[in-house]
């Protein structure tokens, strides 16, 4: 059974650092893009960075030149390193995994990290 294990979320002050890591479990298919989305308390969920097969990302442009997406093919693993953060990064942090299963694509879903950015 496919799970997608995130970590990393916590309470910081703004100017601070976290680093958001998700790891995938119980799958044998191929993985497609990766990325992380995030949920605000009344907004709707929304893309923060995406990285694909050959590495290319793209961001958000409020993340821009603040955030980092990686991956790790090894270990089928995707980390957000983020960086000067500030209050309204505040939100439920979601892993998203693309997956090449029967000749289509199938997304998944982290259980969510919360991050609070407040003094």
């Known amino acids: 059974q496919v799970q997608l294990v995130e970590s990393g979320g916590g309470l910081v002050q703004p100017g601070g650092s976290l680093r958001l890591s998700c790891v995938v479990t119980g799958s044998t298919f191929s993985i497609n893009d990766m990325g992380w989305f995030r949920q605000a308390p009344g907004k709707e969920r929304e893309v923060v960075a995406q990285i694909v097969t050959g590495g290319d990302t793209s961001y958000a442009d409020s993340v821009k030149g603040r955030f980092t997406i990686s991956r790790d093919n090894y270990r089928d693993a995707v980390h957000l390193q983020m960086d000067s953060l500030r209050p309204e990064d505040t939100a439920v942090y979601y892993c998203?995994?693309?997956?090449?299963?029967?000749?289509?694509?199938?997304?998944?879903w982290g259980q969510g990290t919360q991050v609070t950015v407040a003094s």
């Open positions: 998203n995994v693309a997956f090449w299963i029967r000749g289509g694509l199938k997304d998944y």
